[in-house]
């Protein structure tokens, strides 16, 4: 009843409508899918809302009518210090409450573009308890699908590990956006990164990993960072990048995104450019053919946007390599006793009622920047002391302008325009849309306030903004991941000054008012107001979200600082390479897709040419 009483406060469910009703069974599923102190933080946020509704009122939330609802969160609303909290408990709501909306309206039906093309794909279940290989691959994502197409169109028998499931285009079509959320996401979508302040982190998990939920966006390594990467680092790989760049974007179909399907969302960020003189564009994607259904974190249902699992897994397998799903690694098996020291001798992979073993002399670790740290750790590989360091998150923050005509911004593509005018001083600016709810912006306001602004939201629209930050993170953790990542004060500067230039860029395309996502002062009608907030605004005061975590395994030529070679092998084991975004020593700046897939063609055919 907790949850109950606490959504109909929430969003002043005063049953006017339906679709309210339904939110606390459809929080019900959000809350299954999160770790367990994430649902227990939301339970216990419940009953401390009933127990001072019963302190105040003598009765629980869900006993009081709407006007004493209303009441008790004007006490609440009244306490500074509870604004952070009450802004995190309506994350998961306005997930909810954002899908009930949405499926009241009726979802448009996808028009399904292309069949799947065929993967080879057996459960855990259903693989023999003891098999060989010559290659196995731990991760089907961005570099883990690049470096199994690799080594078997090189003629070497490829096993690939992911511990997610296979989802197919057609299942994404017959799903609402939110259900598809929880399956697709580690965690729910609910990865924290705990430190000053806290930050969340989604991070996809199934076939094809983060590149079937992350925004098709496709930028090229910046030739000044890879410079960077070669010159102070010696990261072998970004010698002749940009051969490998070329490979990437034609296996990836990458182009321009076509005007026709950028939507409000995208046209409003073009115009507010224009006003400014700011260099902004379409951006350019992985999506040919894209029908702007807004879906692309969720998982594309026209089957446009080509992930890995449509567009380099597929010619893995028809070389031969073969995927198991369902399958988390337990630890890289090692021979300590041969000659010339340990060398990789294959994996572990746990499942109900045993484990499966598959043994094979190269091991490539491919599963991602926050996994990859605990599984070396959990294979004895872990004594480098700079392992797990190097975090680049790329902190991210979001506002929205409200303007007079409807923008309707889930309609048309999600990300849609790059402005690239203060890039230069490490903020790149995007146009992002999502489905209702999913988005990393919080819309202000409790009760009646919060339902006014959800029945207005589609005057709204939305940019967000990522920071080239200085690696200030760590993954720690054996068995489970536990992430530590403090902004530095230079990143809070810029984020501060993101949040400035995507106000004026809204007010320039004529905003009415821009929803700036500070608790206190949630809105300003022009930017001398905005810039009077910012004055007195502290980092921590940001709706703050991150994305694209890099570096946790870097690579380079100095033994002590990175963990892996300069050409992506693991230090102190022979036959165990690294391929995935922590191999990358430093901040990509851009969506790092691109990066994460040519730095893994670059180690794995390195590997094959040896």
Not at 89 to 108: C, F, H
Not at 153 to 181: K, M, N, Y
Not at 263 to 279: E, K, P, Q
Not at 331 to 351: E, F, I, K, N, S
Request: a neutral charge; one cysteine or more.
């Amino acid at each position: 009843m907790s949850l109950t009483g606490m959504v109909a406060a929430l969003i002043a469910d005063d049953r006017t409508a339906d679709w309210p009703a339904r939110v606390p069974a459809r929080l019900e599923t959000v809350l299954a899918s999160m770790p367990l102190p994430a649902r227990a933080g939301v339970r216990a946020a419940a009953r401390g809302l009933d127990a001072y509704a019963v302190a105040r009122t003598g009765r629980k939330l869900a006993a009081l009518t709407d006007a004493e609802r209303e009441s008790v969160l004007r006490g609440l609303g009244a306490r500074p210090a509870l604004q952070p909290l009450l802004d995190v408990l309506k994350v998961p709501v306005l997930l909810a409450a954002g899908t009930e909306r949405m499926l009241q309206d009726g979802l448009p039906v996808p028009l399904l573009t292309r069949q799947d093309p065929p993967l080879d794909c057996t459960p855990v279940h259903a693989w023999p308890a003891r098999s060989t290989a010559d290659a196995v691959v731990i991760g089907s994502g961005a570099g883990g699908a690049m470096a199994a197409r690799t080594l078997a169109r090189a003629g070497l028998d490829v096993v690939v590990l992911e511990e997610g499931q296979h989802h197919s285009t057609e299942s994404f079509g017959r799903r609402a956006p939110l259900d598809r959320f929880t399956d697709l996401y580690r965690d729910g979508g609910a990865t924290v990164a705990v430190g000053r302040p806290p930050l969340l982190l989604p991070v996809g998990r199934a076939v094809g990993g983060t590149t079937v939920v992350n925004s098709g966006t496709c930028y090229r390594t910046p030739d000044h960072v890879l410079a960077r990467w070669s010159k102070e680092f010696g990261f072998a790989p970004a010698e002749d990048f940009g051969r490998r760049l070329d490979e990437v974007e034609r296996t990836l179909r990458v182009a321009t995104q076509p005007l026709d399907v950028l939507g409000g969302n995208g046209r409003i960020a073009l115009a507010g450019a224009s006003a400014l003189g700011w260099g902004a564009a379409p951006l350019r994607r992985n999506a040919p053919g894209c029908k702007g259904s807004c879906q692309c974190v969720v998982g594309c249902p026209t089957g446009a946007k080509q992930s890995v699992q449509l567009s380099v897994l597929p010619d893995a397998c028809a070389a031969g390599a073969r995927i198991v799903t369902g399958a988390r690694v337990e630890r890289v098996l090692v021979d300590a006793d041969r000659p010339g020291g340990p060398r990789a001798a294959g994996v572990r992979v746990r499942r109900e009622g045993g484990a499966v073993e598959i043994l094979a002399p190269l091991v490539v670790v491919a599963a991602g920047a926050l996994e990859s740290p605990p599984l070396l750790r959990r294979s004895g590989l872990g004594r480098h002391p700079r392992l797990g360091h190097n975090l680049s998150v790329h902190p991210a923050t979001s506002v929205a302008g409200r303007f007079a005509e409807p923008v309707t911004a889930w309609e048309g593509v999600l990300q849609s325009v790059g402005v690239e005018e203060h890039h230069g001083e490490g903020v790149l600016i995007e146009a992002t849309a999502t489905p209702p709810g999913m988005g990393s912006f919080v819309l202000p306001g409790l009760g009646r306030e919060l339902r006014r602004e959800l029945e207005g939201a589609d005057r709204l629209a939305t940019l967000g903004a990522m920071i080239a930050d200085r690696p200030s993170g760590r993954v720690l953790g054996r068995d489970r991941t536990l992430l530590r990542y403090d902004v530095d004060d230079r990143d809070a500067g810029r984020l501060l000054r993101a949040v400035r230039a995507m106000g004026e860029l809204l007010f320039a395309a004529g905003a009415e008012e821009v929803l700036t996502g500070i608790p206190g002062t949630p809105r300003v009608r022009g930017l001398a107001e905005l810039d009077t907030l910012l004055a007195g605004t502290s980092v921590r005061q940001l709706h703050l979200s991150a994305y694209h975590p890099t570096g946790t395994v870097a690579a380079g030529t100095d033994a002590e600082r990175f963990p892996a070679d300069p050409t992506g092998r693991l230090r102190g084991v022979h036959g165990v390479l690294v391929a995935d975004a922590s191999v990358l020593p430093g901040c990509p700046e851009v969506n790092p897709q691109l990066s994460i897939m040519a730095a893994a063609l670059a180690i794995t055919q390195g590997q094959v040419e040896r």
